[in-house]
């Protein structure tokens, strides 16, 4: 029986525009009322997801950057962290370099969850560093490259280029240093890639299975809801693992079920189908 729902957000939790549909707003509100536990599991920093927290009103500790981070929002202080240690840092960043792949460096809140750029990137770079930042330039700060490694609570490393230029950089980092790499796009007019680059041993899966210890339950209790990359090793460590309808064909693949996409409560379904419905003692068959 489900007792932890765990949902990622963006192309989940939210729909095409970016909102919580009433829909799926009052599925999420008859799970809590039933006694289940419900959580968010992102990609995403504590600055962008909290205001998706305070609108639902769910206040259980977040599991956020990929896994790495376990941020209590009621005391506003880490859980569980896993930042880059300085050894392993140095040599994600030398491997960038290399490639011609200027890293991002992602701070967790202890250090004001700051932007940290290389200061002499290439004008094709810069361009590419414009887009991705965006609107966050005031979080930014560029350092030398030499005083990268040295950054405490970095808990992401974002490199982004197109695909083909990704993947042999994060394979090569995986097979050294065991580094796991989340890939997603295309995005913006440039159609870029990128891929989220983390400590050994991080993903949503560990995340919630911290979060989960610390209620006393386990990974077999939790049913998952996502769509994409970092998704799958939390879908494939749940005890239900749920796709949604929009996610690619090889996520969807290695869900346990699959539901309606975001664009049409896919969420929605799945609480009936998993958790409500098991909570009646009406099982649904999985499909």
Do not use: C
Request: glycine share 8%; charged share 25%; net charge negative.
């Amino acid at each position: 029986m489900a007792r932890l729902l765990v949902l990622d957000i963006d192309g989940t939790l939210l729909d095409p525009s970016d909102i919580v549909t009433p829909t799926v707003r009052e599925a999420i509100a008859e799970a809590r009322a039933r006694g289940v536990e419900v959580a968010l599991a992102t990609g995403r920093r504590v600055r962008s997801t909290r205001p998706v927290v305070e609108d639902l009103g769910i206040y259980l500790p977040l599991v956020v950057y990929n896994g790495a981070l376990v941020w209590s929002t009621e005391e506003d202080r880490p859980l569980h962290e896993t930042p880059f240690t300085r050894d392993v840092l140095e040599k994600v960043i030398a491997a960038a370099r290399e490639a011609g792949l200027p890293p991002v460096l992602l701070q967790g809140p202890q250090a004001g969850e700051r932007i940290i750029l290389p200061d002499d990137l290439p004008p094709e770079s810069e361009a590419a560093v414009a887009g991705y930042v965006g609107p966050r330039v005031q979080e930014t700060i560029r350092l030398p490259w030499s005083a990268l490694p040295e950054q405490q609570h970095v808990l992401t490393v974002d490199l982004f280029s197109s695909d083909e230029r990704l993947r042999p950089v994060t394979t090569e980092l995986a097979n050294q240093l065991g580094i796991p790499a989340y890939h997603h796009g295309p995005w913006g007019p440039a159609n870029l890639w990128a891929a989220n680059l983390h400590m050994p041993g991080v993903s949503k899966a560990s995340g919630v299975a911290k979060l989960a210890a610390d209620l006393g339950l386990t990974l077999a209790d939790v049913v998952a809801v996502g769509d994409g990359d970092n998704d799958l090793p939390l879908l494939e460590a749940a005890g239900l693992g749920v796709a949604m309808g929009n996610a690619p064909e090889h996520v969807q693949a290695r869900a346990d079920v699959v539901v309606r996409g975001h664009d049409e409560d896919g969420v929605a379904e799945a609480i009936e189908r998993f958790v409500l419905a098991r909570l009646d003692g009406r099982e649904q068959r999985r499909s």
